[in-house]
T-cell receptor
Framework: ELKVEQNPLFLSMQEGKNYTIYCNYS?????LYWYRQDPGKSLESLFV?????AVKQEGRLMASLDTKARLSTLHITAAVHDLSATYFC?????????????FGKGTKLSVIP | ETGVTQTPRHLVMGMTNKKSLKCEQH?????MYWYKQSAKKPLELMFV???????ENNSVPSRFSPECPNSSHLFLHLHTLQPEDSALYLC???????????FGPGTRLTVT
């Protein structure tokens, strides 16, 4: 059974600071996603990482993937309040008859002034 | 309407009621999904439909009954639910064989 673990689950950080969210998964996968969810809203896809060493950046967020360590990181640079949300990583695998995603529990990020 | 829409957005029902959740996607996708999001638990995949055919039932209790009349519409029929079924129910769609999911806004369900 594929397991996906994120840490931390809760993160309170000051504006302007840097921090990293970690996502570990238990079995081989060919892709990893990061999603963002604002309170009361749906999940928005941020990044998809397809290969070992892949790095993607969008604004103050940078995601990377190490398939050998089965680890992905989401690095936040110089946090701003607008980044406050819950961030999920999800690992893709081929299930019976369909391609599926297994999600982590999410990291609730609060950026405070 | 664009993307994935869900109705209703909020639903309160008693344990003896019967209700249905509706999802519609406007993206031309051919795979649709139901996920359950409970407090303190990861998103749980419930059902998958590819080209209107159910390909995955993730050990979901029979009080949840999905229906997919065509590739654009997905329903979740609810009956005799339990309070622990209270959660956010998310619909998603994708192209078959592609893993990038597009999510709807969800239905917040409260069972009293």
């Amino acid at each position: 059974e594929l397991k996906v673990e994120q840490n931390p689950l809760f993160l309170s950080m000051q504006e302007g600071k840097n921090y990293t969210i970690y996502c570990n998964y238990s079995t081989t996968s060919d892709r990893l996603y990061w999603y963002r969810q604002d309170p009361g809203k749906s999940l928005e896809s941020l990044f998809v990482l397809l290969s070992n060493g892949a790095v993607k950046q969008e604004g103050r967020l940078m995601a990377s993937l190490d398939t050998k360590a089965r680890l992905s990181t989401l690095h936040i640079t110089a946090a701003v309040h607008d980044l406050s949300a819950t961030y999920f990583c999800a690992v893709g695998y081929s299930g019976a008859g369909s391609y599926q995603l297994t999600f982590g529990k999410g990291t609730k990020l609060s950026v405070i002034p | 309407e664009t993307g994935v829409t869900q109705t209703p957005r909020h639903l309160v029902m008693g344990m003896t009621n019967k209700k249905s959740l509706k999802c519609e996607q406007h993206l031309g996708h051919n795979a649709m999904y139901w996920y359950k999001q409970s407090a303190k638990k990861p998103l749980e995949l419930m059902f998958v439909y590819n080209f209107k055919e159910q390909t995955e039932n993730n050990s979901v209790p029979s009080r949840f009954s999905p229906e997919c009349p065509n590739s654009s519409h997905l329903f979740l029929h609810l009956h005799t639910l339990q309070p622990e079924d209270s959660a956010l129910y998310l619909c998603a769609s994708s192209q078959v064989g592609q893993s990038k999911l597009y999510f709807g806004p969800g239905t917040r369900l409260t069972v009293t």
